[in-house]
Nanobody, 124 residues
Framework: QAKLVESGGGLVQAGGSLRLSCAGS????????MGWFRQAPGQEREFVAA????????YYGDSVKGRFTISRDNAKNTVYLQMNSLKPEDTAVYYC?????????????????WGQGTQVTVSS
């Protein structure tokens, strides 16, 4: 069964960094558009970043531009999210997702596979 598993979350002070990983299993995700989303308590899920299968194009939400970097290693079936200059408002559960239909990201991209999420907490 295909699944995505996130790791790398934790507690960090404001200004610090974390790197999240998302490992795919059960099928090859290397040909899919991959994305990261986050959801804070009481808030809607928010788009964070996405990357095309080749890594040639990346997309970022406005709140993380210039601080977060998405990348992928297709040989390892893994996507990463490097988060720098973290702020308390980055606190959320972070989810990775895969789209098997869309090659490029837009606001209407449908993501078909989702991980279980990893908690990121940024203290002030």
């Amino acid at each position: 069964q295909a699944k995505l598993v996130e790791s790398g979350g934790g507690l960090v002070q404001a200004g610090g960094s974390l790197r999240l990983s998302c490992a795919g299993s059960g099928r090859t995700f290397s040909s899919y558009l991959m994305g990261w989303f986050r959801q804070a308590p009481g808030q809607e899920r928010e788009f964070v970043a996405a990357i095309t299968w080749s890594g040639s194009r990346t997309y970022y939400g406005d709140s993380v531009k210039g601080r977060f970097t998405i990348s992928r290693d297709n040989a390892k079936n893994t996507v990463y999210l490097q988060m720098n200059s973290l702020k308390p408002e980055d606190t959320a559960v972070y989810y990775c997702a895969a789209s098997i239909r869309d090659s490029y990201y837009s606001g209407t991209t449908r993501f078909d596979y989702w991980g279980q999420g990893t908690q990121v907490t940024v203290s002030s």
